[in-house]
C-alpha cells in the first residue's frame, strides 16, 4: 500500500540525505527519518517513523528553584515522531528517539489494540477481548466529526515526589517522559477525536519546599492545582486549553468535567498518560463507564484499551465543537504529516428490527479520516453474532456510496451484532461495529387512545400536548414541580399471552440518567375508566381521579421500571417495560380499560415522551409477544455471574466443589402447535456427551419464570423448576442421537397457563467427574437442536349458526341491539363487532355476551356505525357473523337549567351570575330578559361563554326580570333558569356642610393655646365620620391644619405654638373630603369663629 508524506521537494533531498536505519548505537543528530525494523519473535515490521515537534507555539518550560522562582530550562532537541507500519494497514505509530539511540514506539493498531517497541523487540501487546452491551447513549452523529482537524496546547506540572523519586531529579529525563507521554494522546486524540495537541508550558518542581502540593495526596490535589494554575500560571492559561498535574500521589486520577484541569498517577515506571488519557477525556465531558460501556474496556469505560468508544468521541467532537477559539484552532483544513488511520465510528440502529426482516446501515456516514480521505466498505462479516445474514449493499447509500444490509435470525431476540472494515483512499483500514436489537413480531400491538400528563393541582390541561412530560418533586404528587403522565388502552378484544411490553418513546430528555416507574390502576379504582373517570382533553391536576403516593396502595399497583445512564438518551429512543409484574396486571384486567401512570425518581428532573399527538409518531404502544425458543446453561461459584446463553452446548452437572454445578434452562412457545387442552407432550434433547450412571431431572417454571433472556440468564438471577417432574438414567442416552422426554405431566400442571414451557434441567447425581451435555439452538447441526412436539384434545369443531334479526337502535351517545335468540344447546356467548365502514373493518367490542341484546355505550354522536353479531359455543368454534344493521346515534339530550342565578343594578346596568353547568359538552349561554314578571322574556345576549353577563342596555328607574339557559354543542337548550330581577338607578350625591365650630383655649401662666371643635353633618343630617377637614389659623397665631372626624362627626384642633399674653385666636374651615360625599360650603352654618384671650 501507498503513504503518503507531506514534504516539499527541498525536504525530499534532505530526507534522503539523513534516512537513517536504527542498530541501537547512540546519535549525535536527532535524523528526520527513521526506518526501524521490530519483531514480535514470529514476524518482523517496518515502521517508517517522521520526525515531528509536539511543542506548541507556546512551548516553555519553567523549573522551580529553591528560592521558589522559575529558572527557563531549554530541552533537548526534538526526538518525538509519527509514522506508520509498512505491513499493517491500521497501524498508526508515535515515536522517540532516545539519547541511547533506541527508538521507543507505541504502535496504535485497530479496535484499541497497542504494541509497545524498544530498539527492535516488541516489548508488549496490549489485545483487547471486548464484551459488548447495548448503548445508553447516542454515537457519533453523521458528518460530526468534518474534515477539519483543530490543535490546541496543554499544560503539564509535574509535583516534586515524582521529579524527585521517579525521575530522578534529572530535568532531561522528565522532558523525555513528558514527550512520550504526549506521543500516546496524539496518536489517540489525532485519530480517534480529529484533533491535534501539544505541549504549551511545562512546570518541573524541583523543589521541595515549594511544591504547592506537597503533602496532598488523592483527590485533594486537583483544587489547589487549578488555583495554582489559576492564579500563578495565568498567563499560560491564556494558550493551554487543558493542563495536567502529573503526581505519584494519587491512585488513577481526578478531573473536572467538562473543564481544564486534571490529575493524573505517574507510574513508577513514569508513565502518567494511562491514567492521563482518561482524565483529559473527562475534561473533554466524557463520562466514566460511557454509554454503559457499549464497546468494551474503552478509554473512559475501565480504560482497558487504547481507543474511545462511539459516545466518546460525540462528547470529544461535541466539546471541541463548543470551544473552538484561540485556544482551539484549526490548522486550517486536515492532517498532512502521515497517513493516519480511519475512525469506524460505532452504528446504532435506533429501531428494533423484526426477526426475519431486512434494513440497510450507512455505516459509513459517521465515520471519518484525519486526513480527510474518502472511505469506503472493504469488507464485512457475513453472519452476525445471533446468525443474521450480512452482506455489502453496492450503491444504495447517498451519493451511491455503499452500505450494508442485515437481516434479523429467525426465533431470536436481543441485542446482535456485527464487525465490517473500511478503508480510506491511501488503503488505511479500520474495523467498525455495528448493534442493534432484534424483536419478535408482536400477536398484537395497540397505540394508546388517551395520552396527558397533569401538572400538581393546577387546573392546565395538556392533552393536546406532542409530549407526556414525566417529573416528580419530594413535596409529592400535588407539587406545582410534579409531573404526572396518564396513558390509556383499550383491551377490548385482545388476548392476552405469554409475554406483554409496553414501549414509550423519548421526545426530550434533559438529564443523562434516570429511572422512569409505570404503576398500573387497579381494576375500578378512581381513574381507571376512559371517558367516566377522565378524558384527555378534560383531566388537571386539579380534577385527576388520582393523586397518587407513588406506593403500592388499594389505587396503584407497580407494573414496572427502566433507567438509564452515560448521558441524555436522544429524541426517537425507545424504552419498553416488560416482564411479570406488567402481565399480570394485565391479566387481572376485567373490563378492558387499562390506564398507566408514568413517573419519574425523585428531583430527576424533566423528562418527556411523544404522545399520539406528535407528528414524528412514537406515541405509547402496549404489545403482546411470543416467546422465542431460549437455551442456556448456569454454573455456580465464580460463574455465578456469567451467561453461556450463546454457547452451544449445555450441560448438567451436581458436584460438591464450588463453581463446577452446572443446570440448564431450555424455553418454547407452543401457541402455534394448536389450541385446546394438552394431549401430550415430548421434549426432544441431542445429548453431544454423556457421563453414564446418572440421574436427570425435568421440572417446568410457573409462567412468571418464562420470561428470562438467553443472553442475560446466569446462576444469580435464573428461575427454579418446580411441581411435578420427571426423571430419566443418563445411560439410556446416545451421542449425537435424539433422546425423547414424555413431559405431559409438566404442561398440564395448573401453573402453566400461558402456552409457553420453560424446563429446568439439572442432575440428582453428586459427581466431582465428568457431565451430561446437550445440543442448544446454537449448535452448528440444526437436527441436534432441542424441540417440544405439543398434541391437543380438538373436541367440538362445529360453531354455533349465525345470529339472526339483528336490528340496531339509535339513542343519545349509545346504540341499543337486539337479535333471535340462537338455539344451540352448547351456546356459551355471543361477540358483537363494530365498524365505521359498511362490510368492513370490524372490530370486535364486546365477547361473552350472555344474551341477546346489547347497548353499545361507547359510540360518539352523529357517526354511523355499521354491526355484525356471531355465536360461540363452549368450545370457542365461533359462527359465521350476523347480517349487518347500522344506526347514528345523535344528541338529544339539553343541558340542565342553570342554578344560583342573581341580579345586581347598577346605575345604568344589570350584573348578573350563576353557577358554573358540569356537561363536558356545554357551548354556551343565552340570557332572557322581561320587564314583566314571569312572561314576555327575550334573548338579550347567546353564546355567553362564562357564567356571568352584564346587561348595559337598561334604563334606570325601570325593574328587570332575567331568566338563563344551558346551550350544548348540539344545540339543545335546557330550561330557564329561575328568575330575578333587579332596577337600576342613577347615582346620587350625598353633600355636607360645617354644622358648628365651637372655640376655646387653654393657657400655662402668661401662655396661650387657642382651640377650635368643628363638627361635619351631610344634607340627611347624620354626623359624617372620617372626614378629612382643613382648615387655617389666624390672628395671634397662623397655621395651616387638618384631622379627621369621629364617629360624632367631630375633630378638635389646637395651636402648635403658645402666644405669650394671649389675643385673638380665628378658625376658619376651608375644605372637607371624604369618600362618596361632596363639601358644599354654601350650606354651612358658621365657616369661621373666633376667640380673644384673656
Known amino acids: 500500500m501507498s503513504h503518503r508524506i507531506n514534504l516539499s521537494s527541498t525536504a525530499l533531498i534532505l530526507c534522503a540525505l539523513s534516512m537513517l536505519f536504527v542498530t541501537g548505537s547512540s546519535l549525535a543528530v536527532v535524523p528526520d527519518t527513521i526506518t526501524q525494523t521490530v519483531s514480535d519473535g514470529t514476524n518482523s515490521y517496518t515502521l517508517n517513523m517522521f520526525k515531528e515537534s509536539l511543542r506548541g507555539p507556546n512551548f516553555n518550560v519553567l523549573v522551580q528553584n529553591s528560592s521558589g522562582t522559575y529558572d527557563s530550562y531549554t530541552p533537548d532537541e526534538v526526538r518525538t515522531y509519527v509514522g506508520y507500519v509498512s505491513e499493517l494497514d491500521d497501524a498508526l505509530v508515535v515515536g522517540y528517539l532516545q539519547t541511547d539511540g533506541d527508538l521507543w514506539a507505541l504502535m496504535y493498531l485497530d ?13 508488549n501487546k496490549s489485545v483487547p477481548s471486548p464484551t459488548y452491551a447495548w448503548p445508553s447513549a447516542s454515537t457519533v452523529t453523521p458528518g460530526q466529526a468534518g474534515s477539519t482537524v483543530y490543535k490546541y496546547e496543554m499544560g503539564f506540572d509535574v509535583d516534586y515526589d515524582a521529579f524527585s523519586t521517579i525521575y530522578g531529579s534529572s530535568l532531561a529525563t522528565t522532558m523525555e517522559q513528558v514527550e512520550k507521554n504526549m506521543c500516546a494522546w496524539k496518536a489517540i486524540q489525532l485519530r480517534d477525536n480529529m484533533m491535534l495537541n501539544c505541549i504549551g508550558r511545562v512546570v518541573i518542581r524541583s523543589s521541595q519546599t515549594h511544591c504547592p502540593y506537597q503533602g496532598i495526596s488523592g483527590t485533594a490535589l486537583l483544587s489547589p492545582f487549578a488555583n495554582e494554575w489559576s492564579n500563578n500560571h495565568s498567563d499560560a492559561m491564556a494558550y493551554c486549553f487543558k493542563a495536567m498535574l502529573a503526581s505519584p500521589n494519587i491512585g488513577g486520577g481526578v478531573a473536572y468535567s467538562p473543564g481544564t484541569y486534571n490529575v493524573s498517577q505517574v507510574k513508577s515506571t513514569g508513565w502518567y498518560m494511562g491514567a492521563g488519557r482518561h482524565e483529559t477525556g473527562h475534561n473533554f465531558g466524557a463520562g466514566d463507564w460511557d454509554g454503559n460501556s457499549p464497546e468494551g474496556n474503552t478509554i473512559m469505560c475501565g480504560n482497558g484499551i487504547a481507543r474511545f468508544c462511539g459516545t466518546s468521541v460525540r462528547d470529544h467532537l461535541a466539546h471541541r465543537d463548543g470551544n473552538i477559539g484561540t485556544k482551539l484552532y484549526s490548522i486550517g483544513g486536515a492532517y498532512t504529516g502521515v497517513d493516519v488511520p480511519p475512525y469506524a465510528a460505532l452504528d446504532i440502529v435506533t429501531d428494533g428490527v423484526e426477526t426475519q426482516s431486512s434494513i440497510t446501515i450507512d455505516v459509513l456516514a459517521n465515520d471519518f479520516d484525519a486526513n480527510a480521505d474518502t472511505l469506503s466498505i472493504l469488507s464485512v462479516e457475513s453472519t452476525s453474532e445471533r446468525g443474521g445474514t450480512v452482506s455489502i449493499s453496492t450503491g444504495t447509500g447517498p451519493n451511491g456510496r455503499d452500505e450494508i444490509s442485515y437481516t434479523a435470525p429467525d426465533d431470536t431476540e436481543g441485542m446482535d451484532y456485527f464487525h465490517y472494515v473500511i478503508a480510506d483512499s491511501t488503503g488505511q483500514t479500520a474495523t467498525g461495529l455495528a448493534m442493534m436489537q432484534i424483536e419478535v413480531t408482536p400477536t398484537w400491538s395497540l397505540a394508546t387512545d388517551a395520552d396527558t400528563y397533569v401538572e400538581g393541582t393546577n387546573s392546565n390541561n395538556y392533552g393536546g400536548s406532542t409530549a407526556v412530560v414525566v417529573k416528580r418533586s419530594s413535596a409529592g404528587a400535588g407539587s406545582t414541580y410534579t409531573r404526572t403522565g396518564w396513558i390509556h388502552f383499550d383491551l377490548t378484544g385482545k388476548e392476552l399471552g405469554a409475554r406483554a411490553k409496553l414501549t414509550l418513546t423519548v421526545n426530550s430528555a434533559d438529564v443523562s440518567s434516570g429511572t ?9 379504582r378512581p381513574g381507571d375508566n376512559l371517558g367516566t373517570d377522565w378524558t384527555e382533553s378534560g383531566i388537571t391536576g386539579a380534577n385527576a381521579p388520582l393523586s397518587p403516593d407513588f406506593a403500592e396502595d388499594t389505587d396503584t399497583t407497580q407494573v414496572g421500571t427502566f433507567s438509564w445512564s452515560g448521558g441524555a438518551p436522544a429524541a426517537g429512543t425507545e424504552f419498553s417495560i416488560e416482564g411479570a409484574d406488567l402481565l399480570n396486571f394485565l391479566k387481572a384486567d376485567t373490563n378492558n380499560e387499562v390506564t398507566l401512570l408514568i413517573t419519574r425518581n425523585i428531583n430527576d428532573g424533566n423528562m418527556s415522551f411523544r404522545s399520539k399527538e406528535n407528528t414524528s409518531g412514537g406515541e405509547a404502544t402496549l404489545s403482546v409477544l411470543p416467546l422465542v425458543s431460549a437455551d442456556s446453561y448456569i454454573r455456580d461459584g465464580g460463574y455465578a455471574g456469567d451467561n453461556f446463553g450463546l454457547d452451544s452446548i449445555m450441560g448438567v452437572k451436581y458436584d460438591f466443589n464450588s463453581g463446577y454445578t452446572r443446570e440448564s434452562f431450555v424455553r418454547f412457545d407452543y401457541s402455534n402447535q394448536g389450541s385446546g387442552d394438552v394431549q401430550s407432550a415430548t421434549l426432544t434433547l441431542t445429548p453431544t456427551s454423556v457421563q453414564t450412571s446418572r440421574t436427570i431431572r425435568v421440572r417446568m417454571t410457573d409462567d412468571s419464570g418464562d420470561l428470562w433472556d438467553e443472553t442475560g440468564i446466569t446462576w444469580n438471577n435464573s428461575p427454579v423448576g418446580s411441581g411435578n417432574e420427571v426423571t430419566f438414567s443418563s445411560n439410556n442416552l446416545t451421542v449425537e442421537q435424539a433422546y425423547n422426554i414424555d413431559v405431559t405431566t409438566l404442561l398440564t400442571q395448573s401453573m402453566n397457563t400461558n402456552s409457553a414451557a420453560t424446563f429446568h434441567i439439572d442432575t440428582t447425581t453428586q459427581s466431582s467427574t465428568g457431565w451430561n451435555a446437550f445440543a442448544t439452538k446454537e449448535h452448528v447441526t440444526a437436527s441436534y437442536h432441542p424441540s417440544l412436539t405439543v398434541t391437543f384434545n380438538t373436541g367440538d369443531t362445529t360453531a354455533p349458526a ?8 339509535a339513542g343519545d351517545g349509545s346504540v341499543s341491539l337486539d ?8 351456546l356459551a356467548s355471543y361477540t358483537v363487532y363494530r365498524s365505521t365502514t359498511s362490510g368492513s373493518g370490524y372490530a370486535s367490542i364486546a365477547t361473552g355476551v350472555s344474551t341477546s341484546d346489547y347497548t353499545d355505550n361507547t359510540v360518539t354522536n352523529d357517526t354511523t356505525y355499521y354491526y355484525v353479531v356471531t355465536a360461540v359455543d363452549t368450545s370457542d368454534n365461533e359462527s359465521d357473523t350476523s347480517s349487518e344493521a347500522s344506526a347514528t346515534p345523535a344528541d338529544t339530550t339539553a343541558p340542565a337549567a342553570p342554578t344560583g342565578l342573581g341580579a345586581t343594578a347598577g346605575d345604568g346596568s344589570v350584573d348578573l351570575d350563576w353557577a358554573d353547568n358540569s356537561e363536558s359538552d356545554l357551548d354556551s349561554y343565552t340570557v332572557y330578559r322581561s320587564t314583566t314578571s314571569g312572561s314576555g322574556y327575550a334573548a338579550v345576549a347567546q353564546g355567553v361563554s362564562s357564567s356571568d353577563y352584564t346587561d348595559n342596555t337598561v334604563t334606570n328607574g325601570t ?3 332575567y331568566v338563563v339557559t344551558a346551550v350544548d354543542t348540539a344545540s339543545n337548550e335546557s330550561s330557564t333558569s329561575s328568575e330575578v330581577s333587579a332596577t337600576p338607578q342613577g347615582q346620587q350625591t350625598v353633600e355636607m356642610y360645617v354644622n358648628s ?18 363638627h361635619i353633618k351631610d344634607d340627611t343630617g347624620a354626623n359624617v365620620s372620617g372626614a378629612t377637614v382643613y382648615g387655617t389659623w389666624s390672628g395671634a397665631y397662623s397655621g395651616t391644619v387638618s384631622g379627621t372626624t369621629a364617629a360624632d362627626g367631630t375633630v378638635f384642633f389646637e395651636t402648635a405654638d403658645k402666644v405669650k399674653n394671649g389675643g385673638t385666636f380665628t378658625f376658619t374651615v376651608t375644605d372637607v373630603t371624604v369618600s362618596g360625599k361632596t363639601y358644599n360650603a354654601t350650606l354651612n352654618v358658621e365657616t369661621s369663629d373666633s376667640i380673644t384671650v384673656p
Open 111 to 123: 479496535r484499541g489494540e497497542k504494541w509497545s517497541t524498544l530498539g527492535s523487540s516488541v516489548t
Open 516 to 524: 422512569i416507574t409505570v404503576w398500573g390502576i387497579i381494576d375500578g
Open 802 to 809: 349465525a345470529p339472526t334479526g339483528l336490528g340496531a337502535t
Open 819 to 826: 337479535w333471535a335468540d340462537n338455539s344451540e344447546q352448547d
Open 959 to 961: 325593574t328587570y326580570y
Open 997 to 1014: 365650630i365651637v372655640m376655646g383655649s387653654r393657657n400655662a401662666g402668661p401662655n396661650y393655646w387657642g382651640q377650635a371643635t368643628v
